[in-house]
């Protein structure tokens, strides 16, 4: 199939707000193409340093250069066709191996720079690697140009594996003259067990435990050390509530926040407490959890993968109105049959399962919220306050003011 190659590089210029040209090393001619009218790096372009780069790209794997360290160009050498792509500037500091200086007039590179929209490193990547594998050598299709090979190329030092290689030998060997260990594996296992079986008293027994080992040291200051085994921890206990029966959103949407909440500490002790409550809140859920399977006998130990998307699915539109067949078709899958395996997998129709979260919910914008019952009927996609009264009222016993009243933190009423 024949590709559009003026259309592709049109919407990659677009998508980046840059300048995308095709060098032809056979006709050593240009296509030039950029959507936008204010943006010019002829000044750039124009230079013999610069087309000293054009001549040196010779990777079909892209390569990447910092210019004056204001803006970030990419090389393509594919298929006889060298692409260019750039000035781009990065929405964050990420580090580039290959760094070049252009002597242009300061004033002309920091009003091309100043004009130039921040792009987020993915979204970049994500172009050159759509250049490197759409216009490779047909010969050459299955392989795969992928992150790590640029990353690899651009970001990393040579020999970098080797080096971590020689630090870890000389680590290990200094920590075993030393006398000194990290904690033992079989207590983190029965830590993570702890979270994933729901079990509060075995967590409090597995952190109790008294052990030599030491906790790894993962960044030289004491604080930054501290957020980053911390961070570690609510990476893993996420993993185990997950396999414990937690939606993967809420397990990551929790780790999301607890991350937050630890990069903010600004005292040693603070990341530690922040993980302490985070393993506990996980595991409460997921006994929670496995406390109401139980009670339905719904649970046989391991969860159909269709079961699991739509409980995804459900998770991720719980703010709207939500129907077996628009799931179903998400799925790929019959309305019908994935109706009879989710019920058979947990006990609870598909509508139902769809209405309890969405009272779960509701119970908790009740608790911890301000907003109204119109606006909560509204969010959750109930036809009206009344029609989501009635469904409460019929999953709790109680009518939206009768649990607000109950349940709500003070803050909220004042």
């Not at 050459?140 to 970098?160: G, M, P, W």
């Not at 729901?198 to 004491?222: H, I, M």
Request: hydrophobic letters at 35%.
């Amino acid at each position: 199939m024949e590709i559009n190659e003026n259309y592709f590089m049109s919407r990659q210029s677009r998508r980046l707000h840059t300048v995308i040209r095709k060098y032809d090393t056979k006709n050593h001619s240009v296509t030039r193409v950029c959507l936008r009218q204010d943006l010019s790096d002829d000044e750039i372009y124009t230079t013999s340093r610069f087309h000293q780069l054009i001549s040196n790209a010779a990777s079909d794997i892209p390569e990447i250069y910092a210019i004056n360290q204001l803006f970030i160009y990419a090389f393509i050498n594919t298929n006889g066709n060298i692409y260019i792509v750039g000035p781009i500037k990065f929405d964050s500091n990420y580090s580039i191996k290959n760094e070049l200086n252009i002597k242009i007039d300061n004033n002309i590179a920091n009003s091309l720079a100043n004009i130039l929209p921040a792009i987020k490193w993915e979204n970049f990547v994500e172009s050159l690697l759509d250049f490197a594998n759409i216009f490779k050598k047909s010969n050459d299709e299955d392989h795969e140009i992928i992150e790590k090979d640029l990353v690899t190329i651009n970001c990393i030092e040579k020999n970098f594996n080797y080096k971590l290689r020689q630090d870890l030998e000389n680590k290990i060997f200094e920590e075993q003259e030393n006398g000194r260990h990290h904690n033992p594996y079989d207590q983190e296992v029965r830590e993570l067990s702890a979270i994933e079986n729901g079990d509060e008293e075995a967590l409090k027994r597995s952190l109790a435990e008294d052990y030599t080992g030491q906790v790894g040291v993962l960044a030289k200051d004491n604080l930054r050390n501290n957020k980053n085994v911390a961070l570690v921890v609510i990476a893993t206990s996420s993993r185990a509530a997950i396999k414990g029966g937690l939606s993967p959103e809420i397990a990551f949407s929790m780790a999301d926040l607890y991350s937050l909440q630890i990069e903010e500490a600004t005292t040693d002790n603070i990341p530690l407490q922040i993980t302490r409550n985070a393993e506990f809140e996980y595991t409460r859920i997921v006994h929670q959890i496995k406390t109401e399977r139980a009670a339905m006998n719904s649970f046989s130990g391991e969860e159909n993968e269709h079961v699991m998307s739509a409980k995804n699915y459900i998770f991720k539109h719980l703010h709207g109105k939500i129907t077996v067949a628009e799931i179903a078709e998400e799925l790929g899958l019959n309305a019908n049959y994935l109706s009879e395996i989710f019920s058979k997998s947990e006990n609870v129709t598909l509508k139902d399962y769809i209405i309890n979260n969405k009272i779960y919910l509701v119970k908790n914008l009740l608790t911890y919220s301000a907003y109204s019952y119109t606006e909560i009927a509204y969010y959750l996609g109930f036809s009206s306050q009344s029609h989501l009264g009635k469904q409460f009222k019929k999953k709790t016993g109680m009518t939206l003011s009768q649990y607000r009243q109950k349940y709500q933190l003070q803050e909220y009423l004042d």
